[in-house]
């Protein structure tokens, strides 16, 4: 008599679930490094401004400019794989660990230190607080769209504005402590040799005749020179000020400059999660879900409630109490 072969479904199950299981485990691994790298790499940017702050406030082609373009480019990565954190990364609460990690990352990049804990810090409650609001709104769509992402990019870029507006300060305050002085050297420099250009180009116009240019233009260099001093002399009783300062002024700064990478990003993430999905590492499903609802009317088909049945709490979820 042959043997008869019985299928069991839970063991024929078993080796599927345990390979859905190992890929998830890998594509999840790999948000989380991708994300901790792009923090990494913005943070060597932000590093830069602490080791030379004076490139943001005393520009130049050769030294901003890069500066700049590294910036832009270490920001965007930052940006999408922010959004593919918050989007793929499951549970939540591997996503907000995976942010914090982010950030105590740039924090040790920029070296530790309390002003550099804290900036990571506020940064960290920031995007936490954005994934959470992003996750929410995901799960209450009814169709996946990426639009609560997009609604949330200038916000991010704000952000960032910030994570850069720390070193900003924190680069000026040790340098002015090294020494002894208030406003930098370059820095007044810089304004001294841009004021003497634009006078330059005054005294160079037909308004002043030639023979009273050079004259004119050492009494404007003199005059020049007269106001940074006194500058430098009202600045100094406020000197514990400055890196606040100079920071605020950086974030108000880079908050429109952090705009064009926010708005690429937005422009980028519904490719990026297309070529997600064609080549397999994301995937669309489908879910069911039970809604109930309170109404006058009963619809066809629905089974009445069983007599001596205590009704179901009307306020069952929710944190107020009947009045």
């Not at 792009?38 to 943070?43: D, E, G, I, K, R």
């Not at 009704?311 to 009045?323: E, K, V």
């Amino acid at each position: 008599m042959p043997a008869t072969v019985v299928n069991n479904p839970s063991t024929a199950a078993a080796p599927a679930a345990k390979s859905i299981g190992a890929g998830f485990v890998v594509k999840t691994t790999l948000c989380v490094i991708a994300f901790l790298a792009a923090a990494a790499l913005f943070a060597f940017a932000c590093g830069e401004v602490l080791v030379d702050y004076t490139m943001l406030f005393a520009p130049s082609k050769e030294q901003t400019l890069p500066w700049l373009i590294r910036t832009g480019a270490s920001a965007l990565l930052f940006l999408l794989t922010f959004s593919v954190t918050v989007v793929l990364v499951r549970p939540a609460m591997l996503a907000a660990a995976t942010i914090v990690g982010g950030m105590a990352v740039y924090a040790l990049v920029l070296g530790g230190g309390l002003a550099a804990w804290c900036g990571a810090g506020a940064g960290a409650v920031m995007l936490v607080t954005l994934l959470y609001s992003v996750v929410k709104q995901i799960e209450n769509q009814i169709d996946f769209s990426l639009r609560p992402l997009g609604d949330k990019e200038l916000v991010l870029s704000s952000v960032l504005a910030v994570l850069i507006a720390v070193p900003a300060g924190l680069g000026y305050a040790v340098d002015a402590e090294r020494g002894h002085y208030v406003i930098p050297p370059r820095i007044t420099a810089y304004f001294q040799q841009e004021s003497e250009a634009y006078v330059g180009k005054i005294v160079g116009t037909e308004l002043v005749p030639a023979p009273l240019r050079d004259a004119a233009m050492d009494s404007a260099k003199e005059e020049v020179a007269t106001m940074v001093k006194g500058l430098e002399k009202t600045a100094e009783p406020y000197g514990q000020y400055v890196p606040y300062i100079l920071g605020a002024l950086a974030y108000f700064s880079f908050q429109v400059v952090m705009f064009i990478p926010g708005f690429a990003a937005v422009l980028l993430l519904a490719p990026i999660f297309f070529f997600l999905k064609l080549f397999g590492f994301a995937h669309v499903s489908k879910q069911t879900r039970g809604v109930t609802r309170l109404t006058l009317a009963k619809e066809a088909g629905e089974p009445a409630e069983p007599m001596g049945k205590p009704a179901s709490d009307p306020w069952a979820g929710s944190t107020r109490a009947p009045q």
